[in-house]
């Protein structure tokens, strides 16, 4: 019988979903002046509720590594759609969800260890 994923689990998904958000969003910046340059974006959220929807496993690398170019921004006469002000607000955002995720997963800690005392 296959356990049903923990609470632990998905905060840890969501984590990492966030991180690799936020490598996006650095490569995204770090390519803002290159030719042809297409914004990367990571859609984790989705995947993420559709398991807890669904109360099956969480493969974590196959939730964080879904790397996509969107192409549905426009795009400079050099052919590359970074606009710095939305990744800084993608990035604001996705660090504040980031901490979110934190807290939740010490305060899921916090619980276990006052239940094991």
Do not use: C, W
């Not at 990367?40 to 989705?46: D, G, Q, R, T």
């Not at 050099?78 to 996705?94: H, Q």
């Amino acid at each position: 019988m296959i356990k049903p994923p923990t609470i632990t689990e998905h905060i840890e998904a969501a984590l990492k979903g966030a991180s690799a958000r936020q490598a996006a969003i650095a490569n995204n910046i770090a390519n803002i002046n290159t030719p042809n340059y297409r914004r990367m974006a990571v859609e984790f959220e989705k995947h993420l509720a559709e398991a807890i929807a669904d109360g099956r496993k969480i493969n974590l690398d196959e939730i964080a590594s879904e790397f996509l170019r969107p192409k549905n921004t426009p795009v400079d006469a050099n052919g590359n759609d970074v606009n710095l002000e939305m990744e800084v607000g993608d990035m604001i955002k996705n660090s504040a969800m980031y901490k979110t995720y934190m807290r939740l997963l010490a305060g899921t800690y916090r619980k276990m260890e006052l239940a094991i005392h």
